[in-house]
């Protein structure tokens, strides 16, 4: 007989994509057959699929159970009702919402003043000015054919390799996301991509009307997107999107550049209108150029608007005929504060809209004087504030929030998504953009991490039952030598160009510190033997992530110039609990005092070896915690911008 257990949803946005990913991660552990329902709806879902807990449609206080079956079926029960129990309430977080705009009256300023105005609801404030570019919604492409597949066993492979290659690229994003928002955007993502009930619906579709892949993912597209907007909930609803986005991207993972959107290309400042845009394409705008957003269809708590809030790009939404009102090319305003899209600037216009401009200049000067030049307690202990980064792009962000330095810039980014790996050209001018725009700032570059659970396709790497203790980082150096050798002499160049810090990932023995010291040296001698500059007195630093490595800084402060915690791992490793594993929370826990423990005798071998030691984890950038890092004698703390 199926074991039972029974809840009451405590979520205030109710079961959308991203409460729901959790819970299927837990479901997905167990070969037995789970199933949830929503007793206000009496709608059933199979809780191993995203995309079937979402169309149960639950919300803030309804009842739902929990019925299991299958041989591990008691073990599944107690995982799950532990995770409803103890991780459930806290997996999501209210939403910011936004009051609608109405029919408020305009600005006495503006109403005045002959411009062509329409109104939209303010979703992120601020006022942004640029040429208008229109972006086009989602679609297959005319040149790809959507019907007429003659070998399905063919059309499966392609969807199914595909499918795989984007589950994968995804957990590969997860590893260099700038922020939790983002991170949290990948995972939602993923979960949709790996859902059962998504590959059973392409697959069904190839069969019932000779689709091709394409066909059949515009098929799948248009289900799932009609069940989300048929929904009552205005958050799921607002979730369409991000199934659009996953489509586009299992698109261009089967045609490739062929399948590519029809996306605006920004070459000066921008108001970019759309009827919607997934998140996917929002990532993808040149955000120099992105002054605004104007949306015909999006809601206040949409992916899309969400990740404008964070970049802080004015946003209307609910501005009707976009496409049809022929404004693009024409130079406009977006008033995010008053919810206007302001055209036919006149110089009147014009005038009022620098005022409003240099008055909220001068509140940013106001609140800029609480960005302190230099990190300090209040009783004068001094602690740097840096930033965790992965593009130049978010340099200027980042010293514009109060970072001192650049304490983590992770190099995976420019690895992904190619056919072959970067050149030293590259990589090298990549380096100096960072270093440019750091100024006389210090920046600390990690040498690339990746492998385990950050697969890169280039080095065809096999999977592993245990990732995280796996093959990766530095230990997969020497058998890709070459590799390796290419980013240091690109590192080795650009330390010339401003005050560069080389940060080694992984390292557990004192073997492997000192084969990439000798590397560093040779490469360093390669440069001075052909009269290129570089900093003779390059800095030569160790990420602490193992916790065998914590155990050596007696030795390793004799070999190295400093030392950076990477906590994530390093309590992952020390407390044996998958971080990504939520019936494993109790033990991933930060506070924990075997950790602590560890954490103070790192800070206090590192100062007795005369070395500086900092934290790059996410924990540095959880508020109710930085007493205790203070507390324990950190020199630096990094956090995302």
């Known amino acids: 007989m199926p074991l039972e257990f029974q809840f009451t949803c405590p979520l205030p946005n109710g079961v959308h994509a991203r409460p729901a990913s959790a819970l299927e991660e837990v479901a997905s552990c167990f070969g037995a057959e789970i199933n949830l329902t929503n007793h206000r709806t009496g709608r059933s879902a199979n809780a191993k699929s995203v995309l079937s807990i979402v169309g149960t449609d639950i919300r803030l206080n309804d009842s739902c159970s929990l ?71 989602l679609c297959v492409p005319r040149h790809i054919p959507t019907r007429g597949a003659t070998d399905f066993a063919a ?111 920004l070459t000066e400042d921008s108001i970019v209108i759309a009827e919607s845009l997934t998140p996917g394409q929002f990532l993808r705008l040149d955000r120099q150029r992105l002054k605004g957003l104007v949306l015909a269809h999006a809601g206040t708590t949409s992916h899309t608007v969400i990740l404008a809030r964070s970049f802080a790009v004015p946003t209307l939404t609910g501005v009707a005929n976009l496409a049809s009102a022929g404004w693009a090319g024409r130079e406009a305003i977006l008033d995010g504060d008053a919810g206007l899209l302001v055209t036919d600037l006149t110089a009147a216009v014009r005038r009022y809209y620098q005022t409003e401009q240099q008055r909220l200049a001068e509140r940013r000067d106001r609140e800029r004087r609480f960005i302190v030049p230099a990190g300090r307690t209040a009783d004068g202990e001094r602690v740097e504030i840096a930033a965790n980064l992965t593009s130049a792009e978010e340099v200027t962000v980042a010293f514009a929030a109060g970072a001192e330095s650049i304490g983590l810039f992770r190099t995976e980014m420019i690895f992904f998504d190619r056919d072959s790996p970067p050149g030293e050209e590259e990589q090298f001018r990549e380096y100096c953009r960072v270093l440019k725009a750091a100024g006389d700032r210090p920046v600390t570059i990690r040498t690339m991490d990746f492998g385990g659970d950050k697969p890169l396709a280039l080095l065809n790497l ?59 040296a040779e490469e360093q001698a390669q440069c001075r033997a052909r009269q290129q500059p570089f900093n003779e007195q390059l800095p030569v630093g160790a990420m602490i992530e193992v916790p065998a490595a914590a155990f050596l800084l007696d030795q390793w402060c004799r070999e190295l110039d400093f030392f950076s915690i990477g906590s994530n791992d390093l309590l992952q490793a020390f407390a044996a609990a998958d971080r990504t594993d939520p019936r494993l929370a109790r033990f991933y826990d930060p506070l924990q005092p075997a950790f602590l423990r560890l954490l103070q005798k790192i800070v206090t071998d590192a100062h007795a070896g005369g070395k500086r030691v900092g934290l790059c984890g996410e924990i540095g950038g959880q508020p109710q915690w930085l007493p205790l890092l203070v507390g324990l004698g950190l020199d630096e703390i990094s956090a995302a911008p």
């Open 155 to 265: 059309e499966v492979r392609k969807l199914d390799t595909a499918l795989s290659a984007l589950v994968a690229s995804y957990e590969a994003r997860l590893t260099r996301h700038a922020s939790r928002l983002e991170g949290d955007l990948i995972k939602t993502h993923r979960s949709i991509a790996r859902d059962p009930e998504f590959r059973a619906r392409l697959h069904e579709a190839l069969r019932r009307n000779t689709h091709t892949a394409a066909g059949a993912i515009a098929d799948t597209e248009a289900h799932f997107t009609a069940m989300l907007l048929a929904s009552e909930s205005a958050l799921l609803r607002e979730r369409a999107l991000d199934l659009q986005d996953v489509c586009q991207q299992l698109l261009g993972q089967v045609y490739g550049k062929a399948a590519a959107a029809a996306e605006p290309q």
């Open 462 to 520: 096999p999977a592993e039952d245990n990732p995280f203790l796996g093959y990766r980082a530095s230990r997969l150096y020497p058998e890709f030598e070459s590799l390796f050798r290419t980013q240091v002499r690109a590192l080795v160049r650009a330390s010339a160009h401003g005050r560069l810090k080389l940060l080694l990932p992984m390292l557990t023995t004192l073997e492997e510190a000192r084969w990439a010291k000798r590397v560093i």
């Open 67 to 137: 019925r299991v079956s299958g041989a591990d079926e008691a073990d599944a029960l107690a995982a799950l009702t532990t995770f409803l129990v103890n991780e459930f309430p806290r997996c999501d977080e209210a939403l910011p919402t936004v009051a609608r705009n109405g029919e408020r009256p305009l600005p006495p300023g503006l109403s005045q003043l002959g411009a062509n105005i329409r109104r939209g609801t303010p979703v992120v404030p601020g006022i942004g000015q640029g040429r208008l570019a229109l972006a086009s919604g």
